[in-house]
């Protein structure tokens, strides 16, 4: 599997030259076994990434498939500027989440509605398939997926990726599981602590001896506590889900939109300092846009 990342950052783009090094854009990854190709959400990364596919000159008849974590803004807002979607021979299928009162395709149409958009998802000739998640898991070309459900204000998943014996995941947004019944309960009685502790083990199994795991690690653990129940995870959070889970090497990502260069460059310094005190072998590195990983 070869991935590259189109986007990385979290909530917002932030072009400008203080974030030029791991990139503005917001998250959109690309996965390509073999002559099939899975993008990751539709941040504004995807954009650049429709252009490579076009001037690649992809035979746009032969499905995509997008697979979303989760139609928050900073996942779908790249969809009305990617190009293929306009081309009518182009076949795409976008999988998501089912569970909201509405359909997916009404979600993504909403965003292109005329209060907010010149231009209507019918202008978007592509045969686009919308398609909610199969229980289970979903086979598309070489790639066995599964996904499972994140924390995260509304619906969200995380996928795990696996072709010719190798492995990755993608959490999309995640927060510690602690928040929701921290919010509704205040202390936690034994029984919680156990609760909460099963659901960790359940997404450190998930994740168990992937090659890569790209995950939410948009927080220092200092910001963290004033930005509980927004759905995102601190660094050390991120640390100790790779060395539990014993992943060959983390990606951190989805940036904060004020965190600049350095600020990540910290972030990432921590970390590694953080897996070297827990005797991890994990190695650790910021996500940057443009960087093509080779499982
Ligand atoms: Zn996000
Ligand atoms: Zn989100």
Redesign the pocket.
Known sequence: MIITVWGCRGSIPTPGRPTSSYGGNTMCLECQAGDTRVIFDMGTGIRELGQAILANGTDLTRPTHILLS?T?W??IQGFPFFDPGFRPEARFTIHGCEGYPWTLAQILADQMAIQYFPVSLDHMEADIDFKGLPPGHLDIGPMRITYMHMN?PGL?VGYRVESNGRAFVYTG?HEPFREPLLDKRGALSAEDEAYLERRFQALVDFCRGVDLLITDAQYTDEEYPDHIGW?HSPTSYAVRLAAEARVKRVLLSHHDPDHNDTVVDEIVARARRLLSDLGAETECSGAREGATIEL
Request: cysteine-free; proline content about 0%.
């Open positions: 989760h928050h900073d996942h995260h969200a947004d759905g």
